[in-house]
């Protein structure tokens, strides 16, 4: 395989980690990060799969990015799409099939499952951001409008995070739903952020060969 194609299996490989990820944070029920809060309200009140829903609205942000872009191409939104399919599809599988029958009552348990999904997701999408090959849809839409407008990319995406919440906050109290923003929200917060910088710094590659002879030396 080309550099090109080779990357972008590693980016394919770490979107569908980062969804195994957020499949955990949500199996857990102590709160999501905002967005997904927003888009578990909407599953509930519209009786459809999570991970359903995560496409659809990824896809409404990937329209507008492609409105926005200047140099968009084709190819590359058709990957995205794609690769947004599969991720919402991977999301389900765990969250409605894998796990569906799994009840964890220990509260620190599941804390622990919680931290263990963000930990995960943020690897992943650490990792694709990384790679540069694909996109995730929020963050390319926050990035457009930073450099159409000059203003700083942090200020977009957390108004966004910041609409994701109210909006799950308001669908609960309207159509009395279960909370989902939660301390898991919070830690969800500053855990994933942390864990997305510090993977996009991160060479997979570079870490398994250090590895690798860190054990030669001891053997």
């Known amino acids: 395989m080309t550099v090109k194609q080779t990357q972008f299996f590693y980016s394919i490989i770490f979107y569908l980690i980062s969804a195994f990820g957020i499949s955990l944070t949500i199996i857990s029920q102590i709160g999501v990060s905002s967005f997904n809060a927003l888009n578990l309200a909407i599953a509930q009140e519209l009786t459809m799969k999570v991970g359903t829903i995560t496409i659809f609205i990824n896809l409404l942000f990937l329209l507008a990015c492609w409105l926005l872009d200047k140099h968009r191409k084709v190819k590359d939104y058709f990957v995205i799409v794609l690769a ?4 919402g599809t991977v999301v389900n599988f765990f969250v409605y099939y894998m796990f569906s029958g799994l009840f964890i009552s220990t509260y620190g348990i599941r804390m622990l499952l919680f931290i263990a999904g ?10 694709v951001l990384r790679l ?8 390319h839409f ?7 407008t000059h203003q700083k990319f ?17 669908l609960t109290s309207i159509f009395h739903l279960p909370l989902f923003v939660r301390e898991g929200t919070i830690i969800s917060l500053v855990l994933l952020s942390y864990m997305i910088n ?4 991160l060479s997979v590659k570079g870490l398994y060969m250090k590895l690798i002879s860190l054990f030669s030396k001891k053997s």
């Open 154 to 170: 942090s200020v977009y995406r957390y108004s966004i995070d910041v609409v994701c919440v109210i909006g799950s906050l308001g």
């Open 84 to 87: 947004l399919i599969l991720f």
């Open 118 to 127: 963000v930990i995960i997701a943020g690897f992943g999408t650490g990792q």
């Open 132 to 139: 540069k090959t694909l996109r995730f849809p929020i963050e």
């Open 198 to 201: 510090l993977s996009k710094n």
């Open 142 to 148: 926050c990035l457009l409008l930073s450099e159409m």
